[in-house]
């Protein structure tokens, strides 16, 4: 049973407007997550992170919302640019890490 | 963060062989992580590499089928043995630099293997 979902496979956003990224977790003992950016034939790099104890981190352009009463985390782009076009997977656990299945975002110019 | 080497890149296997794929961290690391990636999945946790002890395998994952070492804290290697069609996979190498809990992974460019 997958521990970590991102219910959207795809998402299309202009350049310039923001991306929301979203993941759900249904392990209420996760207390760290991630969210990397993957682009084909290389392996994933990690963007940004929150532990359990915080309900926002920002990094420049990305910022990352957790809210642990609905088991549900978010990745805000903003402004998004086309470099960005890639796949975006979260991750979540405690030590070791669960991934979801992944958003292909396309970022138009 | 750490860098992060995986040998072979790639490789094309015969059903019933067995190929062994090499991790090497440029430095010293806490924790080491073996993944796969099936065409159109997600990243899957096979294994946690101890140094010194038989690694901690997920659900679904056995030693006989990927056997793990980990000598030492930069090299670690998994073999997927007994190769069928459905382990052409990426395998992905990942590291964890920090002690803490709150220390992110990092990952190699992993090993995209295609078994006939």
């Known amino acids: 049973d997958q521990q970590v979902k991102q219910n959207s496979p795809s998402l299309s956003v202009q350049e310039g407007r923001i991306s929301i990224l979203n993941c759900d977790y249904t392990n209420s003992m996760f207390d760290y997550f991630l969210w990397y950016k993957k682009y084909p034939a290389e392996g994933p790099t990690f963007l940004i992170s929150i532990s359990s104890i915080k309900d926002k981190n920002e990094d420049g352009r990305f910022t990352v919302f957790l809210n642990k009463s609905a088991k549900h985390l978010s990745l805000h782009i903003v402004p998004s640019q086309p470099g960005d076009s890639a796949v975006y997977f979260c991750?979540?656990?405690?030590?070791?890490?669960?991934f979801g299945s992944g958003t292909k975002l396309n970022v138009k110019p | 963060s750490a860098v992060i080497s995986q040998k072979p890149s790639r490789d094309i296997c015969q059903r019933g062989t067995s190929l062994t794929i090499q991790c090497q961290v440029d430095?010293?690391?806490?924790?080491m992580f073996w993944y796969r990636q099936q065409p159109g999945q997600s990243l899957t946790l096979i294994a946690t590499a101890n140094q010194g002890s038989e690694a901690t395998y997920e659900s679904g994952f056995v030693i006989d089928k990927f056997p793990i070492s980990r000598p030492n804290l930069t090299f670690s290697t998994l073999t997927v043995s007994n190769m069928s069609p459905e382990d052409s996979s990426i395998y992905l190498c990942?590291?964890?630099?920090?002690?803490?809990?709150?220390?992110?992974?990092?990952f190699g460019n992993g090993t995209r293997l295609t078994v006939t």
């Open positions: 430095s010293q690391v806490t924790m």
């Open positions: 990942s590291v964890k630099t920090g002690s803490s809990y709150n220390s992110p992974l990092h």
């Open positions: 991750a979540a656990g405690v030590n070791k890490f669960y």
